[in-house]
Every structure is written in structure tokens, then in C-alpha cells.
């Protein structure tokens, strides 16, 4: 059976790290929809925060199109967003119309440890404009988008990685449960 794995959690745990990492290791495709928001951010633009949030919301019907038309390839994928409750709903529907297996990846981690590592990567890493728009550089509103995101009920069969650190990334007994997963 295809396979599906999708990749969510917190902000700053790694997440497309994590898929690239798994993407080179069963050779299977990846759609990240920071890359897709940065792709629409640059044809489109966008001047606020509401025209931002447009462009997150168009980047997750691409991500649901892709997926419904690569399923007629039958062939295996990764999906990389902080997905919503009801995102990943009709990514699961879209699966079970198509014959994949689900398996989602839950990373999280310590609230402070992430929020350093987000105020690290905005103001030392060349990132996109995109992402350069929310307020969540004030820890009380990161904690805020952290709690919501653990609170988010997740269909299917999940793993639920602490990823505080980034170890889990080449942790063998994680790694080992995805092959079996993916082998299945």
C-alpha cells in the first residue's frame, strides 16, 4: 500500500529537516508549504498580515491538490506543514479515497528552548519575507501558537517525537519504527 507520511508539530522543531532527512532515506517526493507560500509570496506578494494569511490558506489547497494528483502516481509522499485539525482531516480523507497508509509525525519540544531557536533563525538566517510577518517573536504569543498546536487532535496513527533537541533526527529506534512503517 502507498504511503503517506506527514510531518507537523511546533515552530522550530525541525520540521523540514526531519523530511528531507526521511525523503532522501526511502527516496520518496516532499511538498513543504513553506515553500509553496514563499513561491505564491514572490508571484503574488503581499503587503499585511491578512494578505499573508491568504497566502498560508492558498498554499494548503495547493498542498491538497498536489497530494489528490499525485496519488493517481501511486507512489509514496511527504508532507511538511503545522497542519491544522481540520487540515489534516481532509488530508487523511483524500488518503483513504486513494489507498494510502497515514503515518503522522508530531514533533514537539520545551516551549523556551523552540521560542530561542525561532528568535535565532529570524534574525540570523536569511528567511523569506513570508514568515517575517507574525507576532510570535513575543514568547507569550509563541506559547500561545505552541499550546494550540499541542492541543490539536491528530487522526491515524501518530508519533509523537520530543524534539527539544535535534538527536531524534538520527535516533535510531525513531528511525527504526518509520521503516517499519514505510515497509509495511
Do not use: W
Request: glycine fraction near 4%; charged fraction near 30%; include cysteine.
Amino acid at each position: 500500500m502507498k504511503k503517506l507520511l506527514l510531518i507537523t508539530g511546533d515552530i522550530a522543531t525541525g520540521k523540514s529537516t526531519f523530511a528531507n532527512i526521511l525523503s532522501k532515506r526511502y527516496h520518496t517526493n516532499m511538498f513543504f508549504k513553506d515553500s509553496i507560500k514563499e513561491v505564491l509570496g514572490d508571484t503574488i506578494g503581499f503587503s499585511n498580515r491578512e494578505e499573508n494569511k491568504k497566502l498560508s490558506f492558498a498554499s494548503m489547497e495547493l498542498m491538497f491538490f498536489i497530494f489528490s494528483e499525485f496519488a493517481s502516481l501511486e507512489k509514496d509522499l511527504i508532507l511538511e506543514s503545522n497542519f491544522h485539525k481540520s487540515e489534516l482531516e481532509r488530508l487523511h480523507k483524500i488518503a483513504e479515497d486513494n489507498g494510502y497508509d497515514v503515518l503522522t509525525i508530531a514533533l514537539f519540544g520545551a516551549v523556551e528552548v523552540l521560542h530561542e531557536r525561532y528568535l535565532n533563525r529570524m534574525t540570523n538566517e536569511n528567511r523569506h519575507p513570508v514568515h517575517l510577518s507574525t507576532t510570535i517573536d513575543k514568547f507569550e504569543d509563541f506559547k500561545k501558537c505552541s499550546d494550540y498546536m499541542k492541543r490539536i487532535e491528530i487522526p491515524g496513527e501518530v508519533m509523537r517525537i520530543n524534539a527539544t533537541d535535534f538527536r531524534y533526527q538520527n535516533n535510531e529506534e525513531i528511525l527504526a519504527k518509520i521503516d517499519a512503517f514505510m515497509a509495511i
